[in-house]
């Protein structure tokens, strides 16, 4: 039998609505593996311990009543720490906010515990969510290995989701930061399409540019939390009033057909040998399941990557507008460089960055009248280890090899899809690839990956944690 921590979302919470685990057994099992492993991953920020006991008793009683809520009712979760969590710490990474404890939940906290999940904790996180965690806060490690980059920014979301410190967890996405470390860690990973799901108290990084998403082990278990935390939000005017499918219940009608579009130039583009055998081999595997692949041409991104920075340095520097400068001496250099170039950009610069991200969105959208779903690396290099990313501010090829897939994505809002779809031919460190849709096509994702899924089993993988946690 599967080990309890190595159990997709939906299939334990299939045997707990069947009686066969109870929501306390698991999260007590979650709970107890997290306390002899997290001491050395460092992917919590945070454990509610008492908090997810309570919860767990309370589904228990539920469940024992024949109150089901759904398929998410006594899975153990864990959240991202720039989700607010009434009356806990919030810290978004940062030391500067690590007392603030909010009022109230944030709409997708509220939604997941209207759901029936049981909240593990805070899960930690680069400073802000942008690059680079906090000096005095120890990074994430890669399950995976230790010498290898955990992804960021949800880097405690990808540690704990795949060292089965969670059963999933929730993201925020800005320039590649679900799928970074979904990548890394061997893991699925859903951006819907901004808007797709509010950002009420979710700290912000660039507003314009987050999205907030679920990080799990396969693409039923993403659909499943997607469809608990999207929809409008009184309380977030930029939740787009888009009805919400039930994004389960076609998920296995397969994809017999389904236009598949690839620009084999842009998708080898610096990318390194086992990249392109991963997309390679995705592209066969899903032609083999009925898909159509049809050649296209990507618009140029090279532009609206260079925008990227300056726009999220203008909407990151009004983010933190209350404590920047004046307390510039307790941020770490990254960002507080990052916030200091946003103060260094005119209406001018902004105007022409607005025009040209509308103009390649739509150049995006045009594509989408030709193709369904759009397959693409998630970078261009696979599972970089942490000395090589030590250079990333440095070294111009190796910042575009890590946004060129990634951030033109969020510039649009289109939705992304994340699978694991191979290993390094050294190392056997995890490798994945993007599905790419046009605005509002989650259902149409989710069916995608889930026929690819369905056909391998790279999501069902696990690092033995050997050489990230020692015996």
Known sequence: MTALHEMELLDLTARIRAREISPVEATRAQLDRIGALDATLHSYALVLEEQAMAAARQAEAEIARGEWRGPLHGAPVAVKDLCWMAGVPTAAGTTIHRDFRPAED???VARLRA??????????????????????????????????WTGASSSGSGAATAAGLCHGSLGSDTGGSIRFPCAANGLTGFKGTWGRVSRHGVFDLAPSLDHVGPMTRSVADAAAMLG???????????????????????????????RIGLDPAWNAEGCDADTRAVVEAAANTLAALGAQLTEIRFPDPSQVIRDWFPLC???????HAATWPSRQAEYGPILSALIGQGHGVTAFDLHAIAM??????????????????????????????????????????????????????DMTGHPALTLPGGVTAQGGMPVGFQLIGPHWSEALLARAGHAYQSATAW??????LAEAVPA
């Not at 805070?122 to 290898?148: D, R, V």
């Not at 929809?231 to 389904?258: K, M, Q």
């Not at 594509?367 to 970078?379: E, K, N, R």
């Not at 999501?459 to 033995?464: D, E, I, M, S, V």
Request: charged share 15%; hydrophobic share 50%.
């Open 106 to 108: 944030a709409t997708v």
């Open 228 to 258: 608990a935390i999207a929809g409008e939000d009184a309380r977030d005017p930029t939740a787009a009033s888009v009805p919400v499918p039930d994004y389960l219940a076609g998920i296995g009608e397969g994809i017999a057909g389904l």
């Open 356 to 409: 040209r991200r509308r103009a390649f969105t739509a150049r995006v959208n045009a594509l989408f009248a030709g193709i369904d779903l759009l397959l693409v690396p998630v970078q261009a290099f696979a599972a970089p280890t942490l000395a090589r990313m030590g250079d990333l501010g440095a070294d111009a090829a190796l910042m575009k090899g890590l946004l060129q897939y990634t951030c033109p994505f």
């Open 115 to 148: 759901a029936g999940a049981i909240i593990l904790g805070k899960l930690q996180m680069t400073e802000g969510a942008y690059s680079a965690h906090h000096p005095e806060i120890p990074a994430p490690l890669n399950p995976w290995g230790a010498a290898h």
């Open 459 to 464: 999501h069902r993988r696990h690092p033995a």
């Open 313 to 319: 340095a203008v909407e990151v520097a009004a983010a």
